[in-house]
């Protein structure tokens, strides 16, 4: 007799707001999937369907919708809320200040689905997330950047 092997996916660390997001997102999603169905419905009624415009751009943005609510409940299966413990430790739901000397940056370490530099958040699995993860207050951290490797010292952590 043969084993199968089942492959378990590994959990996906978000923060409660991550999530939250992921949540907001596929209600999002699935409401504005009854007016894609319809405005399909619509385009296959015109006829001719390989010069129909709006066939095409119906069935893109149904597709497009469909995969963003395939993308998002696999995340949300897969999600594992992960709450900072206030140890003083760096973890996801962190928030830290570091310097490098000449300026300062301040950051919330999230999950990697979750992060955008341009609001302050980083992924726990980026250079400078990774080089965190673990340390306390005052600790000096190396990073290997693109234009070669930085030290920062950590200032704060809440």
Same mark, same amino acid.
């Given at each position: 007799?043969?084993?199968?092997?089942?492959?378990? %996916?590994?959990?996906?660390?978000?923060?409660?707001?991550?999530?939250?997001?992921?949540?907001?997102?596929?209600?999002?999603?699935? $409401?504005?999937?009854?007016?894609?169905?319809?405005?399909?419905? %619509?385009?296959?009624?015109?006829?001719?369907?390989?010069?129909?415009?709006?066939?095409?751009?119906?069935?893109?943005?149904?597709?497009?919708?469909?995969?963003?609510?395939?993308?998002? !409940?696999?995340?949300?299966?897969?999600?594992?809320?992960? !709450?900072?413990?206030?140890?003083?430790?760096?973890?996801?739901?962190?928030?830290?200040?570091?310097?490098?000397?000449?300026? !300062?940056?301040?950051? %919330?370490?999230?999950?990697?689905? !979750?992060?955008?530099?341009?609001?302050?958040?980083?992924?726990?699995?980026?250079?400078?997330?990774?080089?965190?993860?673990?340390?306390?207050?005052?600790?000096?951290? %190396? $990073?290997?950047?693109?234009?070669?490797?930085?030290?920062?010292?950590?200032?704060?952590?809440?």
């Amino acid at each position: 007799m043969k084993k199968v092997l089942v492959r378990r %996916e590994a959990k996906i660390p978000f923060t409660k707001e991550g999530y939250q997001k992921l949540l907001d997102d596929r209600k999002k999603f699935l $409401v504005a999937r009854p007016e894609a169905v319809k405005n399909l419905s %619509e385009s296959r009624a015109m006829g001719d369907l390989s010069e129909n415009g709006y066939y095409k751009a119906s069935r893109q943005q149904l597709s497009f919708l469909d995969s963003r609510i395939r993308r998002v !409940e696999r995340l949300i299966r897969l999600a594992k809320i992960v !709450e900072s413990t206030n140890t003083g430790v760096i973890d996801i739901g962190t928030a830290v200040t570091i310097s490098d000397g000449i300026g !300062e940056y301040s950051y %919330e370490i999230v999950g990697g689905y !979750e992060s955008d530099p341009s609001r302050h958040t980083i992924s726990h699995l980026s250079p400078i997330g990774r080089a965190l993860m673990g340390k306390k207050l005052y600790d000096v951290v %190396e $990073v290997n950047a693109p234009n070669g490797r930085k030290k920062y010292t950590i200032l704060s952590v809440s």
